[in-house]
């Protein structure tokens, strides 16, 4: 039920381009709130404009954490919205994250509740420590997608999308395995001339495969359009899995890496051996084979109601549970399962272990990890006020020296 509000919002958005996930939100709201996108990421400037709440929709950038902290501080809620599905190489195998030297990505959340897009993904990053943060939402840019009208697929199917992630690999090793396992479904279907073939992969990879591409947008609308003139869909693990799935698409996941899967499928293409079998049942799928793909859609995508006004009222929520904080002085901590979806069992992973190269995680005195944060926050902001004193001729000189070492070079070749 709605919580009928008469006072306006001031929503700070940190973002810088992923505001795709916040419009719809903002949309629902109308004149109630002003939504300010903010690109600096400037805790002093965002605190004096005294926001409501903040927004983001990753909070592992180190400006993005000082903004969260400084709210947190100020009795000011923030709020996270999942991005996308887990994908266990982003988790455990990407370097910008702990498996690099970086932050472990939702390990914990850093911001005060998180919108997890489904009860799936709920569980597993309140198994990550975050069972008080977890509120499941939908994911409100995809809400188009339950109005949008898609035939349903030909039985049997004669046109298959094969697709790939924004990301087909983290590293160079990832990228090349993933190329692999789309040269062998080319080479395949090259000996299946009845079925059309579509191409959506990342632009990068299309000249290599040497396939005429069809991604023009990265944007849901631009695939909805294309996965309403498909029967079936091979792809990499993506978000874009659910939304084929939501407009009652076959998918099978593409996937050579071998690795867990945080999201299951019904069909699942792991080696070349299953590439002609999961074909073939993707053109004329069993029935039992496509309720369970339902199930995995419903588990891992929360469907009852459209995700902008729950992640509305979501915010709204934590917004009188901040204010109402604030008028009694008491601590500043907000309630578990503010959407009252149901309780998520609490654990917290051992980061040492999960991350064993990380150095940082290797450190069990507090106090020593304490001197450590607060001499990295000194010299960060050094270096930001050093950054900041550079002038024109500062970086015409850089550019210079850049110009000048780059002929000495190909002169003492």
């Not at 396939?211 to 695939?223: G, I, K, P, W």
Request: aromatic share 8%; hydrophobic share 40%; with cysteine.
């Amino acid at each position: 039920m709605m919580i009928e509000e008469s006072r306006n919002y001031r929503i700070w958005c940190l973002v810088r381009d992923q505001i795709g996930h916040i419009k719809p939100v903002e949309a629902w709201f109308g004149n109630r709130a002003e939504f300010v996108y903010d690109t600096e990421h400037d805790p002093d400037y965002m605190l004096r404009k005294a926001p409501d709440i903040v927004l983001c929709v990753n909070d592992f950038p180190y400006d993005i954490m000082q903004c969260i902290d400084a709210a947190h501080t100020s009795k000011i809620p923030s709020l996270v919205l999942q991005d996308g599905i887990l994908e266990w190489r982003c988790q455990y195998e990407n370097p910008i994250f702990g498996f690099g030297g970086g932050p472990p990505q939702h390990q914990p959340v850093i911001a005060d509740k998180i919108a997890c897009i489904g009860a799936q993904s709920a569980r597993q990053i309140a198994a990550w420590g975050n069972a008080q943060k977890v509120e499941v939402t939908g994911m409100p840019r995809m809400d188009y997608l339950r109005d949008h009208e898609a035939p349903l697929p030909q039985t049997p199917g004669k046109r298959l999308l094969i697709m790939t992630a924004k990301k087909p690999g983290f590293t160079s090793e990832q990228i090349d395995i993933t190329l692999q396992s789309l040269l062998d479904v080319k080479r395949y279907l090259s000996t299946r001339p009845e079925i059309e073939v579509i191409w959506r992969v990342t632009k990068n990879l299309h000249s290599k495969l040497g396939v005429e591409n069809q991604l023009r947008d990265l944007a849901s609308q631009e695939l909805a359009e294309i996965l309403s003139n498909v029967d079936a869909v091979i792809t990499t693990p993506s978000t874009a899995m659910l939304e084929a799935m939501l407009l009652h698409r076959p998918v099978a996941a593409l996937d050579y890496h071998n690795v867990p899967h945080f999201v299951p499928t019904a069909w699942t293409i792991s080696a070349p051996e299953h590439i002609a079998a999961v074909i073939n049942e993707l053109l004329l799928p069993p029935a039992n084979k496509l309720d369970y793909q339902d199930d995995c859609l419903h588990d891992c995508l929360y469907l009852e109601s459209p995700a902008a006004p729950r992640v509305g009222e979501l915010i709204i929520r934590m917004i009188a549970a901040s204010k109402k904080s604030q008028t009694e002085n008491s601590k500043f901590q907000l309630p578990s399962n503010l959407l009252g979806y149901g309780e998520l069992p609490a654990r917290s992973p051992n980061l040492g272990i999960l991350y064993p190269n990380h150095k940082a995680f290797q450190e069990n005195n507090l106090q020593a990890l304490q001197v450590r944060y607060a001499r990295l926050q000194k010299e960060n902001e050094r270096l930001k006020q050093q950054l900041k004193s550079r002038t024109v001729s500062y970086w015409f000189s850089v550019g210079a020296r850049h110009i000048a070492q780059r002929i000495r070079h190909k002169e003492a070749k």
